[in-house]
């Protein structure tokens, strides 16, 4: 039995794990299996810094049939801002015994890692002259350029849902500034048609 009978890795083939601090994370770690065998009895466990609190420490898998992967949810949650380093460790009955190194991002420090960057423009093409404003991603929280599509960090679609917010907001009169019902076609104190 070797190292390269399974693939282990975070689901998504993600790099890192971002939190907000004091809030759970769940994230799914997949544990693949290479051979033309079925594996039984797949066990992971997670070792963590003191700073990170574990909610669900290990998991079986069970056993994994022949070119077949799982995936199970672990759950953490961070105590301090800062980057922090885990262990996911596979044990199976045959004498496996595989690491795989997590990386743990709460609050605004940066990773070690490098980061995939999913903006339509890279921020260094825009002149200097204009400032960049930020937004929180509207599922992860994480501050972003105010013109991403899509969060970095999480990988979700924010101009679509910035777009739904922005819809949502009320509406003002363009007049008189004052606050218009959603259906409103007139200004009720000035008359201006909306």
């Known amino acids: 039995m070797s190292a390269s009978d399974f693939n282990i890795s ?16 769940e994230f799914y770690i997949t544990v693949q299996n290479l051979t033309e065998n079925y594996m039984p009895q797949v066990r992971v ?11 669900v420490k290990s998991e079986w898998y069970g056993g994994i ?13 961070v105590k301090e801002n800062g980057v922090y380093n885990l262990t996911a460790t596979l044990t199976s009955k045959k004498g ?6 997590i990386i743990v991002q709460a609050g605004t ?35 972003i350029s105010d ?6 960090h999480c990988g979700s679609n924010v101009e679509e849902k910035l777009k739904q917010e922005k819809d949502l ?6 007049n008189c500034g004052v606050d218009l019902h959603e259906e409103a076609k007139f200004c009720a104190k000035c008359g201006q048609k909306v």
Not at 65 to 77: C, G, H, M, P, V
Not at 169 to 174: A, D, R, T, V, W
């Open 10 to 25: 975070l689901k998504g083939n993600v790099d890192a794990v971002y939190v907000s601090l004091g809030r759970r994370k």
């Open 45 to 55: 466990r997670l070792s963590v810094p003191s700073q990170v609190r574990l909610l």
């Open 65 to 77: 049939a022949k070119r077949n992967s799982k995936n199970r949810l672990f759950t953490i949650l």
């Open 96 to 101: 496996h015994n595989i690491s795989l190194p």
């Open 109 to 143: 420090t940066q990773a070690p890692t490098k980061t995939i960057s999913l903006l339509s423009k890279p921020i260094d093409d825009k002149p200097v002259s204009k400032q960049v404003s930020k937004v929180n991603c509207p599922y992860c929280q994480t501050e």
């Open 147 to 152: 013109d991403a599509k899509f969060c970095p």
């Open 169 to 174: 907001l009320p509406k003002h009169c363009s």
